[in-house]
DNA sequence: CTGTTTTTTCAGTAATTACTGAAATTACAG
DNA sequence: CTGTAATTTCAGTAATTACTGAAAAAACAG
């Protein structure tokens, strides 16, 4: 590794937060490099900059440009492809969710409209069929409320969450407008709700 | 395995899951198992539904356990310990946004932070030290954001989710209330913006 | 086209992670 | 306490995943 301290910091850092995640050291160490440098990069360099064969930093590359997760370039009069992360975090965070929800929420989401449609009449599993609808419900609503949001500019999505908790005060408030009370709730530190 | 076919459609695609996050296959499918049961099990059930072994379902439930997501129980006249989850997904859901970002946002705040200090004053790295401040920026407000959202009832969260992007609206509408106009942005479809 | 550079694929191997049975520890009824 | 039932730990092994070098394929300049 011929990275600078800071450099070496991060980039071990993310290797290791990354095989916490799906995605395995490799991958997460080179995304950190390219997010942390300023120019776009070629597969030789990141191989020789964090020490990995050429063929393992081809298959990180792979992995990370199926997750849309990388900006190509081409230097003219230079064969080789250089690679970027898009300028902006927001930006990478957007695609990060898109991506995780396609891989990890519609795969769900079909299994379970799948199990409640083929075992509707079954008896004997009230219980299970209950429990396959109150999920379907909530990851129907997780996945219109992400899509939602992926609709949104970085702009009013930071400020959004910027309000946090505070927008349900507003929300409170407009509703209050439109019916004549809607009682208290809401802005209470939150009920006690398990043992 | 000793399940219904709804069963083990659900605990073999939950196993599936749970290896492309950072738990493995034998959490997922004990966990799934526990969703969907009706009654509390103990760990002999476990094993012999799921076919694993006594030691390896004691360790799923230590890791399941160090995630705070089990509820165990005593049986009167019992010596065994009997495990069920949380009732409403809604609290699931919020023990694992919690944990999850424990262990994968805090870590990463605290790297980032040293990051910013120890290497506030080394030249050459302008491009990495602002890239470290965007990130910092980020992350905080996406913890505040969550630990925000914590504190709201399980009604609350629903309602707000279901207004989606509407809240933007609702918010529009308010600030519109307070100064004069503030353009059009915000209920727009969301401008191009990226090649 | 042809020759050269660059990238990708893939079979083999290394490293890591998951799982087991046996032993140790803990929990508890009498 | 004592004895028994239940759980946890752990060393060894199985299974999976990551990584490499060599070969194949693709990209491109002339």
């Not at 360099?45 to 990180?60: A, C, K, P, T, Y």
């Amino acid at each position: 590794m011929n990275l600078s301290p800071l450099m070496t910091t991060l980039v071990l850092h993310f290797g290791e937060m990354g095989s916490r995640w799906g995605i395995n050291r490799t991958v997460g160490q080179i995304y950190a490099y390219l997010v942390f440098s300023q120019d776009a990069r070629n597969a030789d360099q990141i191989g020789e900059d964090l020490g990995f064969s050429r063929s393992n930093v081809s298959m990180g590359l792979k992995e990370l440009k199926s997750w849309n997760l990388l900006r190509p370039h081409h230097q003219p009069g230079d064969r080789k492809e250089y690679f970027s992360v898009p300028e902006d975090v927001w930006e990478i965070a957007r695609i990060l969710v898109r991506e995780r929800r396609q891989r990890e929420l519609d795969p769900t989401l079909s299994v379970l409209r799948d199990a409640q449609l083929s075992h509707r009449q079954d008896g004997g599993e009230r219980y299970a069929q209950r429990r396959v609808d109150e999920m379907l419900g909530f990851l129907e609503l997780i996945v219109t409320w992400t899509e939602d949001m992926q609709n949104l500019s970085a702009d009013d999505l930071r400020r959004l969450m910027k309000l946090g908790a505070g927008v349900n005060k507003v929300l409170e408030f407009s509703r209050r407008g439109r019916r004549a009370d809607s009682g208290p709730s809401a802005l209470e530190p939150r009920t006690e709700q398990d043992s």
